[in-house]
């Protein structure tokens, strides 16, 4: 699960507060997070595609080709 925005979640915080955060936060924005993380140039379509089991690869492939293709039209 990826869960952006760490450093607003303190330690030892209590249990509804971090539950409130997760719910928040959680997987479903991994399209603007990842986007973000590319734009950077914080990792790679390659690395991005390395670091995945194949079959979240697959899904994870048409928003590479189409980031890819956005960055070709904007270079």
């Keep these: 699960m990826f869960i952006p925005g760490a450093k607003a979640l303190q330690a030892g915080g209590e249990f509804d507060v971090i539950q ?5 936060h959680r997987a479903v924005r ?3 997070e990842l986007t973000r993380l590319l734009d950077e140039g ?3 379509p390659d690395q991005v595609r ?26």
Excluded: Y
């Design 50 to 75: 390395a670091s995945l089991e194949h079959r979240r690869a697959r899904v994870v492939d048409p928003m590479l080709t189409k980031w890819a293709k956005r960055r070709r039209a904007t270079a």
């Design 30 to 32: 991994w399209e603007d």
């Design 42 to 44: 914080t990792v790679t």
């Design 20 to 24: 409130k955060h997760v719910r928040k």
